[in-house]
Every structure is written in structure tokens, then in C-alpha cells.
Antibody, heavy 117, light 107 residues
């Protein structure tokens, strides 16, 4: 069955870099797209960026040049890296499978990351 | 960016009640509106896609309606396991945007 699982640190220091891995099963990264979404505590969800099945990427302009998404198809993994972390980057980070004209159909449970000074 | 206004933010209802949650888009999103259920500590679950299509495996008490800018999620007869937060997603145009969520609890 389709599964996505995020793994990453619980705590990241201010101005440091966040790295999260999304490991997927039940589908191929060359067939489906995987996106990243985050949710700060008590706030709404925010789309961050996309890894398209062809290998291209797109990013929410809100993250400017801080965000990078990559993948390793042989390991069925998609990676999020975001630098220059601030306290307002404290959030739960999700990866989600994207199906064309169906939106996000499967999500991971998310990983809660706290940015600490 | 398209703004999604979801209402109400909180909802308290009894088992068996008919429950409705609304999302309003700041511009036309055709029918590209999804509804999700999120329980504490779990992955969000897709309930309804493209405004009114029931995702496989989702109970038929969940339904969706609307097009353009106004959309509704209806639970025809609330069950205890439906206690959760519900949110909408517009996937008509980038960046995709979400409603702020509705927390549903039992009265």
C-alpha cells in the first residue's frame, strides 16, 4: 500500500540547516510527484515545494532561495533541505504524494521540528 | 495566491447530527477542491477530491459539493470516530493553498 514517512531532527539550532527525508513505498517517484507542506503550531498548512516525477522542482516563493528539494529514486527517497532557520520555521513538516488533477492523495504523518536559540 | 476561507473554526455536534463545513475561495477554482481529515498524530486522510468525488474506502456519510468559489463538506450522520480536524485544499493553481481547518468535537 502507499506509504510516506518523514524522518528528521526534533530540534535544530537557530540559523542552522534543516534536513528531512521522505521515504516512500507502494509507488514510484518516477510516476508520482512528492511535495512538502508544513504546519506551524496552531496555524494553517503551507505548501513549500515539489519534486516532480520527471526530476524537476518547484518552490514556494515565500522560501526564496532557502529551500532545496532533491531525490534518490533508487532509495525511494525525497529530501528537503532548508537553511538559515528562524524560530518561525518551527513546524510539523509533511511530505505528500501528488496526483495530477487529484491534489495530494496520500500524506506522511509528519515530523515536528523545533528551531531553538 | 488564492485565499481559502474555511468556516467554522470549531464545531461541536452530537452523534447522528448532520454536520457541514464550508470553504470559500478568493477566486474561481473550478472544482479543484479537496477535503481532508486529520486526527492527532496521524497523517491527513483524503476524503473528497475535486469537490464531490469520494476517495476509495471513505464512508458514504461523507460528501462534498460546490464549484467555483463555494464548497461544502457534509457528514450526514456524525459518528464518534469522526472527531478530527478537517481542512480544504485548492489545487486549481499554484501555489496550492489550504483552509485554516475546522476542529470537530462531540457535544
Amino acid at each position: 500500500q502507499v506509504q510516506l514517512k518523514e524522518t528528521g531532527p526534533d530540534l535544530v539550532q537557530l540559523t542552522q540547516t534543516l534536513s528531512i527525508t521522505c521515504t516512500v513505498s507502494g509507488f514510484s517517484l518516477t510516476t508520482y510527484n512528492v511535495h512538502w507542506v508544513r504546519q506551524p503550531p496552531g496555524k494553517g498548512l503551507e505548501w513549500m515545494g515539489a519534486m516532480w516525477n520527471g526530476g524537476g522542482t518547484d518552490y514556494n516563493s515565500a522560501f526564496k532561495s532557502r529551500l532545496s528539494i532533491s531525490r534518490d529514486t533508487s532509495k525511494s527517497q525525497v529530501f528537503l533541505k532548508m537553511n538559515s532557520l528562524q524560530t518561525d520555521d518551527t513546524a510539523k513538516y509533511f511530505c505528500a504524494r501528488h496526483a495530477v488533477r487529484r491534489g495530494f492523495d496520500y500524506w506522511g504523518q509528519g515530523v515536528m521540528v523545533t528551531v531553538s536559540s | 495566491d488564492i485565499q481559502m476561507t474555511q468556516s467554522p473554526s470549531f464545531l461541536s455536534a452530537s452523534v447522528g447530527d448532520r454536520v457541514t463545513i464550508n470553504c470559500k475561495a478568493s477566486q474561481n477554482i473550478n472544482r479543484y477542491l479537496n477535503w481532508y481529515q486529520q486526527k492527532l498524530g496521524e497523517a491527513p486522510k483524503l476524503l473528497i477530491y475535486n469537490a464531490n468525488s469520494l476517495q476509495t474506502g471513505i464512508p458514504s456519510r461523507f460528501s462534498g459539493s460546490g464549484s467555483g468559489t463555494d464548497f461544502t463538506l457534509t457528514i450526514s450522520s456524525l459518528q464518534p470516530e469522526d472527531v478530527a480536524t478537517y481542512f480544504c485544499l485548492q489545487h486549481n493553481s499554484w501555489p496550492y493553498t489550504f483552509g485554516a481547518g475546522t476542529k470537530l468535537e462531540l457535544k
